[in-house]
């Protein structure tokens, strides 16, 4: 049997452009997705009429119940989990003193909690087969702070430090845990900004230019075809962050 692999967030933007990627590739994909049933139900088809196929599972991987249903799905039909994509994710552009506790509770559960309840489910299984791999979305913003984002911030940052921590845990079960942490992208979430303003953030990039999400899908594919890098977190933004 191919590889599993499991992507939160899977029916938009980054996440859709990975299940697209890895489907074609031969992987065996468990798309999630939890409001965008419409969009999940298309990337399915959109990949039935090219010869492939892909489950597509809805689930608020927030919540606990619902993150364990999603595993277990996974594991009564394939019997594994070989590599888990934690994508699942929402943001929020506001100044922070208008950031209230539900805005808090939301964005870190979504983007924080996801990836710690999501993990320790499928790690189990991982340590039984001696081998997995984990590569967690985090953002440009979790490594330096983004204005006008900071629970977003807040919440991305806890997911590389997850990650780094994590891979010292799990390596000596051959399991590898990575971040990729991308720029600007263009997709759904940062529809919130201008032509102009994109433009402006485009003289901001060394590489003049605003990245996309086969990017991002391109840099998963190697995580998954490498087998020696472990606890990182990997920066795709043209240069517009270096550190």
């Known amino acids: 049997m191919s590889e599993v692999v499991i992507i939160t967030g899977a029916s938009r933007g980054i996440g859709r452009e990975i299940a697209k990627r890895l489907a ?3 992987l065996t994909v468990v798309a999630n997705y939890n409001k965008s ?12 009429e090219k010869g492939f196929v892909i489950d597509i599972v809805k689930a608020d991987v927030s919540k606990r119940e619902e993150a364990k249903e999603l595993v277990k799905f996974t594991l009564d039909k394939y019997g594994k989990i070989d590599i888990l994509i934690n994508n699942a994710g929402i943001s929020e552009y506001k100044l922070f003193t208008d950031e209230t506790d539900e805005d808090w509770n939301k964005i870190i559960n ?3 909690y996801s990836v710690f309840a999501m993990s320790q489910e499928v790690i189990p299984n ?12 985090s953002s440009a913003w979790g490594v330096v702070g983004g204005s006008l984002e ?3 911030s807040v919440s991305k940052a806890g997911v590389d430090g997850l990650t780094k921590a994590l891979a010292k845990e799990l390596g000596p079960s051959n399991i590898r845990v990575n971040s990729i942490a991308p720029g600007m992208i263009y997709t759904k979430m940062n529809s919130k900004f201008t032509k102009e303003e994109l433009e402006e953030i485009k003289e901001e990039i060394p590489l003049g230019k605003i990245g996309d ?3 991002v899908a391109k840099c998963v594919d190697w995580l998954i075809e490498d087998k020696y890098t472990t606890g990182q977190v990997i920066s795709i933004n043209g240069g517009w962050i270096i550190t």
């Open 150 to 152: 900071v629970i977003y």
């Open 110 to 112: 979504t983007n924080l």
């Open 126 to 137: 991982m340590i039984h087969n001696k081998k997995g791999l984990i590569i967690n979305m």
């Open 213 to 215: 999400t086969t990017d």
């Open 37 to 48: 049933e419409k969009e999940a139900k298309e990337l399915r088809k959109e990949l039935e």
């Open 24 to 26: 074609i590739k031969g």
